[in-house]
């Protein structure tokens, strides 16, 4: 498993706590592995998801330190959403 991925699990577990996220989300990280969250909280795995979030190394590193806003991301095509937006938008306000 990358280093990437393994920071993120333990930056998306701190975000996450104490938040009621009710579904499943995948962070796709292009060349480094997929990141998958859901009410227990994120652990590394690629698995079937409400919302997929898809980014390269650098957008998604970008988004966890909170330098990058997620809804930018998306609207500069650098952070590309597949299947429940409303899901995205909730995960998105999450990590802000």
Partial sequence: MSDIVNEAVTV???KLAGTDFGGTAKFDIAGEGAVMMDSSGARAGD???DVTLS???????SI????????S???SGK???DGDMGMAM???SALA
């Avoid at 980014?55 to 590193?61: L, N």
């Fill in 12 to 14: 998306l577990n701190e």
């Fill in 47 to 49: 698995e079937a998801a």
């Fill in 55 to 61: 980014a390269d190394a650098e957008t998604f590193k």
């Fill in 64 to 71: 966890l330190d909170g330098d990058t806003n997620p809804t």
């Fill in 73 to 75: 991301a998306f609207m």
């Fill in 79 to 81: 952070l590309s959403v």
């Fill in 90 to 92: 909730q995960l998105a």
